[in-house]
């Protein structure tokens, strides 16, 4: 069983659409939960940081975190065309030298 | 601000040379930069992690005498794929963190290396 499951789609959905974006993990010691978008041929940008359970909102992106069940989720409203992307979680220990686990990635489409 | 550059984004080179690939923090002091490999619909495989001043650390599996990574200021780290083969090529993307225990990562643009 991999730390970090991530369903790899791809997810279609029409331009304007509630997308929702889930990850499940095996390692109850994670304490940062993050959430990247990488664009075709570049590197993953940080898109939501948090820190334990709980809701964050960005903008039109909310990422929430349920310790309890090991499972975390990234909301994006109004959903864009530019939206159009892979989406990484990822996930860490506390410790100094963050070293991050990552899911295999979301593939969205987001269409006109 | 958190601003990571790589260089170069892309290269080409024969079986059996040598590449080198930087990684720099724009805007901020990196105490520790990583190094990742992603191979095609894949996710982020780290490679090693490097301190400034000290010996990188390496995955399982990784070799560390084909990879060569050096980490001599706080901007600056760099990986050298020795004698590449084919099977090097890939993209390989870096990432810095600060020097605060809950900074995150951030990361680099990558830099596609195809081995002929």
């Known amino acids: 069983q991999k730390e970090v499951e991530q369903d790899p789609g791809p997810l279609s959905v029409p331009e304007g659409a509630i997308v929702s974006l889930n990850c499940t993990y095996s390692?109850?010691?994670?304490?940062?939960f993050m959430w990247y978008r990488q664009y075709s041929r570049k590197g993953p940008e940080l898109l939501m940081y948090?820190?334990?359970?709980g809701n964050k909102e960005d903008g039109r992106f909310t990422a929430q975190v349920d310790k309890s069940s090991k499972y975390i989720s990234l909301f994006i409203r109004d959903s864009q065309p530019s939206d159009s992307a892979t989406y990484l979680c990822?996930?860490?220990?506390?410790?100094?030298?963050?070293?991050?686990?990552f899911g295999t990635g979301t593939k969205l489409q987001v269409i006109p | 601000g958190a601003v990571v550059s790589q260089h170069p984004s892309r290269v080409i080179c024969k079986s059996g040379t040598s590449v080198k690939i930087e990684c720099r923090s724009l805007?901020?002091?990196?105490?520790?930069m990583f190094w990742y490999r992603q191979f095609p619909k894949q996710s982020l495989m780290l490679m090693a992690t490097?301190?400034?001043?000290?010996?990188?650390?390496?995955e399982q599996g990784v070799e560390k005498d084909k990879f060569l990574i050096n980490h001599a200021s706080l901007t600056l780290s760099t990986l050298t794929v020795t004698s590449a083969h084919p099977e090097d090529s890939s993209f390989y993307i870096c990432?810095?963190?600060?020097?605060?225990?809950?900074?995150?990562?951030?990361f680099g643009p990558g830099t596609r290396l195809t081995v002929l």
């Open positions: 990822a996930m860490s220990e506390p410790g100094g030298y963050q070293k991050v686990t």
């Open positions: 490097s301190n400034e001043g000290s010996k990188a650390t390496y």
């Open positions: 805007d901020f002091q990196a105490t520790t």
């Open positions: 390692n109850s010691a994670f304490q940062y």
């Open positions: 948090t820190y334990s359970s």
């Open positions: 990432s810095a963190s600060g020097q605060s225990t809950t900074d995150t990562q951030y």
